[in-house]
């Protein structure tokens, strides 16, 4: 079993920056991608970033390319999304995803980003 642990949402307003953290830990496993998703409020939950576990090639939403930059510590297994130039409709929460190189996947809780003024 993979555990997932989310950090570093919070609220911040229009342009500013946060830093999301996901920690995987658990039963010993290979990880094939890792990804963020975020869900905002009567909105489905939609792919965000996503990277591979060499640490690259990395995937954006159209709208957060740019803005947004997903990265690894291969060492740590720990996955985290910069965001800069945040915008009001960044706010949501957002999961973290794993993908095992032995199929399934794993979810962490979610942590909420709030942008607003």
């Known amino acids: 079993q993979v555990q997932l642990v989310e950090s570093g949402g919070g609220w911040v307003q229009p342009g500013g920056s946060l830093r999301l953290s996901c920690a995987a830990s658990?039963?010993?496993?290979?990880?094939?991608?890792m990804g963020w998703y975020r869900q905002a409020p009567g909105e489905e939950r939609e792919f965000a970033a996503t990277?591979?576990?060499?640490?690259?090639?990395?995937y954006y939403l159209d709208s957060v390319k740019g803005r947004f930059t997903i990265s690894r510590d291969k060492a740590e297994n720990v996955v985290y999304l910069q965001m800069n130039s945040l915008k009001p409709e960044d706010t949501a929460v957002y999961y973290c995803?794993?993908?095992?190189?032995?199929?399934?996947?794993?979810w962490g809780p979610g942590t909420q980003v709030t942008v607003s003024s």
């Open positions: 995803r794993l993908l095992p190189t032995g199929g399934g996947e794993y």
């Open positions: 658990g039963s010993p496993f290979s990880i094939y991608r």
């Open positions: 990277i591979s576990r060499t640490g690259g090639p990395t």
